[in-house]
């Protein structure tokens, strides 16, 4: 939480990964300079709302008797859950398969569906009791560009089109670099542990080359270095 100005920032990136559909998204990652224009152009946007936002506030306060600076204050909310199915790669490939929000071939079942659906209405009453409502004009605007909820009754809808729309995956990259693929193991030389086969002296030690993992990401990365650097040690006689 925080007031408008402080989360401006935030929101310049924000809408850029959730708002935007993902036919665009996919264009825009290939232009880093484009993402750089696009975003700075919705921050001065936002900076300009701001301004707007704070002259009106401040006026209302005046008539009311408050402090011109009683800055409003904006408070958001996350519910997040595992999908049902993971990020698998492609038998045909190395690509990387998403099947998050899919039915099930058979029975056409939907879980992560079902699970949003039921995980959003549970703490609707939670999510709409933690501060003041916005004013029906905001709602207004954000239920046309992102059907956001803030009734039971509109769940659904949202769950489908964000899913269809707007879904972005946690599923952090990685299996690019493979042991044994790209770099040696080490099995023979403790000192080669790491090395892209070809070359005097490159070394990969992050997910790059481990497959896709089912822990945490961070924690991976860690014992892939510490295991690469230990190895090159020992190849060293230390």
């Known amino acids: 939480s925080g007031n408008f100005e402080r989360l401006w920032f935030m929101i310049a990136h924000l809408y850029l990964a959730f708002l935007f559909p993902n036919w665009l998204k996919k264009f825009v990652i290939r232009l880093p300079w484009l993402f750089n224009i696009i975003k700075n152009v919705i921050r001065v946007f936002l900076q300009g709302v701001n301004f707007i936002i704070n002259l ?30 993971e990020g698998c790669y492609s038998r045909e490939d190395s690509r990387i398969e998403l099947d998050f929000f899919g039915e099930e071939e058979q029975s056409h079942f939907n879980q992560d569906k079902v699970v949003a659906n039921s995980e959003i209405a549970k703490h609707m009453a939670l999510l709409n009791g933690l501060g003041e409502q916005p004013h029906w004009l905001v709602k207004w605007f954000l239920r046309l560009v992102t059907k956001m909820p803030y009734e039971e009754n509109q769940i659904e809808e949202y769950v489908d089109v964000y899913s269809r729309r707007f879904l972005l995956s946690e599923q952090h990259l990685s299996g690019g670099c493979l042991f044994g693929k790209a770099i040696d193991k080490g099995l023979d030389n403790a000192i080669d542990t790491g090395k892209v086969y070809g ?34 040690c020992v190849g060293n006689g230390e």
């Not at 009106?56 to 408050?66: C, D, S």
């Not at 600076?69 to 408070?75: G, N």
């Not at 892939?224 to 090159?232: D, I, M, N, P, T």
């Open 199 to 232: 070359s005097a002296n490159v070394y990969v030690a992050d997910l790059s080359s481990v497959p896709l993992p089912r822990i945490s990401t961070q924690m991976t990365a860690y014992l892939v270095g510490f295991h690469v650097a230990k190895r090159l």
């Open 56 to 85: 009106l506030w401040g006026l209302y306060n005046l008539v009311q008797g408050k402090p011109w600076h009683d800055d409003p204050s904006l408070i958001t909310a996350a519910i997040k859950f595992n999908a049902a199915k």
